[in-house]
């Protein structure tokens, strides 16, 4: 279901300038309180009702697909939507999120960057994970390490020891809970997530190659496969609502989830990475700074269980958005679902002017 809303939201006060204002005697503020200016807007709204026609005219060509789309103006809180409600798999969007509980820990002495984890076969993870790869010629990483090919390349493997080292999934979920998120869900390793969603049994260190699990994916009876895909993509867990997933964005660039070193460090490695460069990013301006996190199943029988793309966007005029795009069942060849999510950035870019 199609929603468009105006948010009315008071928009959020820079961290420097909170942080001065708490700071400031209440004599002094009440003496400049007249000279203050206002906060307002200076951006130009979103043009809501061509940027629903351009959607749903996507939307309609991605079909049988299920798609989600999110755009927040990050200055003055106007939001567009496109089934807003609807759970989407994240597939590794999710390493966004736990990146962020990552650094949070760090912000509070409990992990530190350049602690050392030796990694044994056991924890080893399904592809695409180059750190699996690279076993056993190499089995020392930092925390950093394994942050950075968590969020930068996708690792598989660097986010599960990630995710068990600040907790697990139950851990992620408390610190999402106390930011008071709503609307994500990580429920999942990614050695949990990825064989189930191919009605395979438990991962095994066998699997933690390419072919291995190419192999053991194809002893799978086509059936059971089939029907291990459609209950992934209805399953409630491990999954984002677009509106949970741009308010998530928006609290991380406000700086209200972790410390300001710790989210510019994320953006920063959000920024970095080379993958989904065909999704929204190829629909940006090319000026355009994009730290995002793309989330990708792959197909099988022709099916895509999710093709995803999410993150904040800062156009050359220094104006700030926050965007996502869920694809989820698609039968498009991977050239049709890039387009259909770069389609996506480019009706946003058009609606903002």
């Known amino acids: 279901m199609l929603r468009l809303k105006k948010a009315h939201r008071p928009m959020a006060t820079p961290m420097h300038r909170r942080t001065l204002l708490a700071l400031a005697p ?5 003496a400049c309180q007249e000279k203050m200016p206002t906060t307002v807007s200076t951006t130009p709204k979103i043009e809501l009702a061509g940027l629903a026609r351009a959607i749903d005219a996507i939307a309609a060509r991605a079909r049988p697909a299920t798609l989600g789309v999110g755009l927040i103006n990050l200055e003055s809180g106007e939001t567009f939507t496109l089934n807003a409600e609807r759970a989407f798999p994240m597939m590794s969007v999710f390493k966004m999120l736990l990146g962020a509980a990552a650094l949070s820990e760090v912000d509070a002495g409990r992990v530190m960057l350049d602690e050392r984890l030796l990694l044994l076969e056991a924890q080893l993870s399904p592809p695409f994970s180059p750190i699996a790869a690279a076993f056993p010629g190499r089995r020392e990483y930092t925390v950093n390490d394994l942050l950075t090919a968590a969020v930068v390349d996708s690792d598989n493997t660097a986010a599960d020891v990630l995710m068990k080292r600040i907790g697990g999934p139950g851990a992620l979920t408390a610190w999402m809970t106390g930011k008071h998120l709503k609307g994500l869900r990580v429920d999942r390793y990614e050695r949990e997530m990825v064989p189930e969603a ?20 194809a002893a799978v009876p086509p059936q059971t496969r089939m029907a291990a895909m459609r209950a992934f993509m209805a399953d409630p867990r491990d999954t984002a609502t677009p509106r949970g997933m741009l308010e998530f964005l928006q609290q991380l660039d406000r700086g209200d989830l972790i410390s300001p070193a710790s989210t510019k460090r994320l953006l920063q490695l959000m920024g970095r990475t080379p993958r989904g460069a065909d999704r929204l990013k190829a629909g940006l301006p090319r000026d355009a700074f994009f730290a995002h996190k793309p989330g990708t199943s792959g197909t099988d029988q022709g099916l895509s269980l999710a093709h995803n793309d999410v993150g904040v966007f800062t156009l050359a005029d220094g104006r700030s958005y926050a965007v996502c795009a869920f694809l989820s069942g698609s039968t498009l060849d991977e050239a049709g679902r890039d387009a259909i999510v770069s389609e996506v950035a480019a009706a946003c870019v058009r609606a903002i002017g």
């Open 26 to 30: 209440a004599a002094l503020l009440a």
């Open 198 to 217: 191919f009605g395979m049994a438990s991962f095994r260190p066998a699997w933690n190659s390419e072919s291995g699990f190419a192999t053991a994916k």
